[in-house]
């Protein structure tokens, strides 16, 4: 009983700590857009989304349900099976997170949790019809409606504000895209925040400290909440700087429109048990807004680096999760081992990231090169008529045969 009550406490820490690191891979989704357009300083943002994520934390538990009592078999699982699956999460998003990579935080504790599973219970255990329903379908949805949703807006918000005068418009911008990026914290925090809460849940049913079907403990709510919430306050400045400046160039207009979007759709997923990538969901919306605007471009080369990793995400933390299982089924030692790989693995990460460190200093600055269809597209598209072309303007870095180390601007 010792030893299970341990293994059952190293689960539960390792949940909170895939929770935090779940706030600061994910910071970039509510905030990336604000602080690109200059909405709100970079250090003021990622607080007022930490605490709106905490807060958003109390308001729902079905995406929590969806995973405790959804996806696998509760009662063939034990609490090494969800250890594992949780060192495949955190991997992926630590690995994600070096290389400035927006993926699913939500997807990689799903492909962790399904490898574990598959690894120790067979197939049989994983319940196909809601991973399909509530996991797979919602994630190529997700960025597709977001997306679509955005780019009306945009251009709807731009064709309303012809006549308006320029600086209060944008004043008037800022202000709501403050607004919906603090929804979008709240929608986050109702959508992500519960994920850690099932499958702590899952764990303590397996280990039979609660019976089968049950809600999440408030504890468990809480803990989860504050962890994703001080994760948030980190700052993921890498992926901001990816989401907010690497995708696309946005005005405020631009970002109100992306953001309100996603928020919409986050919140219709959460009140449904749709356990949705948030990420997806902002991607989709920050390239469909980019598109929305005439003369506004999205940059396709980080676009499809992005988009191998949301393919890679389940099988490549399924993976993990598939080997990590496998090792700790030779016993206490086989746990210890894995912990101790963990721990490592992420050491690692952490000293290579600080080689070039990216922090609320920097996060606005980006090398990312325009690429080919992007340069094309800025050249030919004239930006909206009535609107001052610095603010406008798409920055295309020069070829690299030029000796001239200056930018040009279209």
Known sequence: MENFSLILAIVVVTALAFDFTNGFHDTANAMATTISTGALKPKVAVAMSAVLNLVGAFLSVEVANTISKGLVDETGIRPEVIFAALVGAILWNLLTWLVGLPSSSSHALMGGLIGATIASAGVGAVHGDVLVTKVLIPAIAAPLVAGIAALLATR???????????????????????????????????????????????????????????????????????AIALGTYLGGWRIIRTMGKGLTDLQPQQGFAAQTSAATV??????????LSTTHSVS??????????????????????????????????????ALAEYVTGFGAWGTALVAVFLVTSSAAIWKISRREVVDHTNVNETDEPAGVVTTAIAAVTP????????????????????????????
């Not at 607004?179 to 925040?193: E, F, Q, R």
């Not at 003369?295 to 890679?312: K, P, Q, Y």
């Open 156 to 226: 709807l918000t731009y064709s309303l504000g012809k006549k308006a005068d320029g600086n209060a418009s944008k004043k008037g911008y800022r202000a709501g895209q403050i607004a919906s990026a603090g929804l979008v914290s709240l929608a986050h925090g109702t959508n992500d925040a519960q994920k850690t809460m099932g499958i702590i849940t899952l764990a303590l049913v397996a280990g039979g400290t609660l019976a089968p079907d049950s809600d999440p403990p408030m504890w468990v709510i809480l803990s989860a909440g504050v």
């Open 266 to 275: 986050i919140l219709a997923s959460s009140h449904l048990g749709f356990s």
């Open 284 to 321: 989709g919306a920050v390239m469909g807004a980019g598109l929305g605007r005439k003369g506004g471009v999205v940059r396709w080369s980080t676009a499809t680096r992005m988009f191998v990793a949301w393919g890679l995400t389940l099988p490549a933390a399924a993976l993990v999760g």
């Open 383 to 410: 930006p909206p008529a009535g609107t001052a072309t610095e603010d406008l303007s798409a920055t295309i870095p020069a070829p690299a045969s030029e000796a001239a180390p200056s930018q040009a601007t279209v």
